[in-house]
Structures are given as structure tokens and as C-alpha cells.
């Protein structure tokens, strides 16, 4: 089975970049697209990347998405953090049309 | 922009079929591939079912014997329905859609189902 494994926690200071990432084992990462989720403090998770790549309407470009087939894994990437970008952060792919997570990565902005 | 709402009991006794629909505006429920998520309280997100091509669902395996996915084109409404509930199945659910042109995805509020025993 295809699985996802994301640090638990990452912690960076306003303005600098952090990368979190979301390695697979158990298949090729580069065989379905991964998606990342957003989800601030008691709110609703929001898709800040799909496709790989691709950022919904309204994302800030300080925010991208990559994939390394070297080291099967994606990385979300935000650039100039901010305040506001602390939240826990979940990457999704597919395995036969069956959805997986990561488990999640708490980004602490300090 | 397409937009969901969750609607449902909000608490369940244990045993009985928790019933949850989302209602879909800003856009044709046809455009659009559908998925329920979950996320227990405290914990991680928890992926429930998928209906995609040509109608075409795939279940959590876990879960997949307790589930029960529909649509309702003429409302614009799918569903989710899960039999045999215990005090685990206490969590936000959520609704997405996927667009099938663009691959967005978009998320409902969610709704807390508690589930007593």
C-alpha cells in the first residue's frame, strides 16, 4: 500500500522559507498528482496546492509545490512566511483512485 | 466558485446510521468528481469515499463495509451514510469536490458528528 510520511512539526521565522515535506513508500509518488492542505487553528482545511504544482485562485504565489521522484517525495514550499501561514499543513495523493494522507505537519511561525 | 454545505444530525446514537448530505451550489454537481473526509477530534484527516469517473467509488477499506455513498442530481445534493456507528466515528465531516476540468478542490464547512452511547 501506498503510504505518506510528513515531519510532525517544522517551526520558522517571519519572513524566511520553509519546505515541508511528504515522502511515499510503497509506490512511486510521480504516478498521481498530490495535493496540500491548509488548515489554520479550528478552521476548515483549504487546498493551497493541486496537481503537483498548480494553486488554487486566491493562493499567494509564496506558496509552491514540487515533486522529487529522486527522493519520492513533494515539498510544499512558502516563501516570506507570515504569521497568518501558521497552521498544520496535509499533503494527499491517490493510490488506485483511493485517497491518502500525510499525517500532517504542525508549522509553527516564530 | 463552487461552494458546500454540510447538513446532518449532529449527534447519532451508537449502533444506529449516521446520515450526512452536502448541498452543492455555484455549480453542477456533474462537473464535479465527490469525496467525503473525516477527522476525529484532535487527529489527522481521515479519507472515507470517492466517487469519480463514470460514477465510479472507491471506499476506505476500513470503512467501506459500513458505507454508503449517493447523489442527487436534481437537488444537487450527494449523501454519505454510515451504518453500525461507535463512539470512533465521532468527528468533523467533511465534503470536497473536485472539478473535473480544472482538478481544484474545494471543501464544505464540515460538520461535527458526536456519537453517543
Known amino acids: 500500500n501506498f503510504m505518506l510520511a510528513q515531519p510532525h512539526s517544522v517551526s520558522e521565522s517571519p519572513g524566511r522559507t520553509v519546505s515541508i515535506s511528504c515522502t511515499g513508500s510503497g509506490g512511486s509518488i510521480a504516478n498521481n498528482y498530490v495535493q496540500w492542505y491548509q488548515q489554520r487553528p479550528g478552521s476548515t482545511p483549504t487546498t493551497v496546492i493541486y496537481?503537483?504544482?498548480?494553486?488554487p485562485s486566491g493562493v499567494p504565489d509564496r506558496f509552491s509545490g514540487s515533486i522529487d521522484s529522486s527522493s519520492n517525495s513533494a515539498s510544499l514550499t512558502i516563501s516570506g512566511l507570515k504569521t497568518e501561514d501558521e497552521a498544520d499543513y496535509y499533503c494527499q495523493s491517490y493510490d488506485n483512485n483511493n485517497w491518502v494522507f500525510g499525517g500532517g505537519t504542525q508549522l509553527t511561525v516564530l | 466558485q463552487v461552494q458546500l454545505q454540510e447538513s446532518g444530525p449532529g449527534l447519532v446514537k451508537a449502533s444506529e446510521t449516521l446520515s450526512l448530505t452536502c448541498n452543492v451550489s455555484g455549480g453542477s454537481i456533474s462537473n464535479y468528481y465527490r469525496s467525503w473526509i473525516r477527522q476525529p477530534p484532535g487527529m489527522g484527516l481521515e479519507w472515507i469515499v470517492y466517487m469519480h469517473y463514470a460514477e465510479s467509488t472507491n471506499y476506505n477499506p476500513s470503512l467501506e463495509s459500513r458505507v454508503t455513498m449517493s447523489i442527487d442530481t436534481s437537488k444537487n445534493q450527494f449523501s454519505l451514510e454510515l451504518s453500525s456507528v461507535t463512539a470512533a466515528d465521532t468527528a468533523v465531516y467533511y465534503c470536497?469536490?473536485?472539478?473535473?476540468?480544472?482538478?481544484?478542490?474545494?471543501w464544505g464547512q464540515g460538520t461535527l458528528v458526536n456519537v453517543s452511547s
Open positions: 470536497v469536490v473536485t472539478n473535473i476540468v480544472t482538478g481544484d478542490l474545494s
Open positions: 496537481e503537483d504544482t498548480r494553486r
